[in-house]
């Protein structure tokens, strides 16, 4: 099999060294995802705004790498505040609520102050 490289053109994945997802086999491993908009490299100021944006470039990269979101398995939020989880949960809900992949929060620092959510899943192929 052979592994498959998928990115969003965002300008942390060459400065970092890391991949927006990869693909191995029927699995597709995205990374944990920020809410920039990539293509005015800006953020929102609210978090449900962030959670968002996030999820949008989610969905694409699972798409590029040929998924779709109902394929997710595992979803791992990071907040940097808890009192940010009924504006994340209010956002990925609309996503996932016919999917309920397993999911974890946990309430932790960012690379950046700007920053106050992090989306990461793992999706794998249906049969």
């Known amino acids: 099999m052979t592994r498959r490289l998928i990115s969003t053109g965002s300008p942390f994945e060459k400065v970092a060294g890391y991949s927006r997802a990869v693909v191995e086999g ?3 491993f995205v990374a944990g995802t920020t809410g920039y908009d990539y293509a005015r490299m800006v953020m929102p100021e609210t978090v449900g705004e962030q959670a968002e944006n996030a999820m949008g470039t989610i969905a694409r990269a699972l798409a590029d790498a040929g998924f779709d979101l109902a394929d997710v398995v595992r979803a791992n939020y990071i907040v940097t505040d808890a009192a940010h989880a009924d504006a994340v949960f209010a956002v ?4 996932f609520s016919g999917i309920r992949p397993a999911a ?3 309430v932790a620092g960012l690379i950046r102050p700007e920053m106050q959510v992090e989306i990461e ?3 794998k192929r249906r049969a």
């Not at 990925?92 to 996503?95: K, N, P, Q, T």
């Open 92 to 95: 990925v809900g609309r996503y």
């Open 26 to 28: 029927d699995m597709c």
């Open 104 to 106: 974890t929060m946990i």
């Open 121 to 123: 899943v793992t999706a």
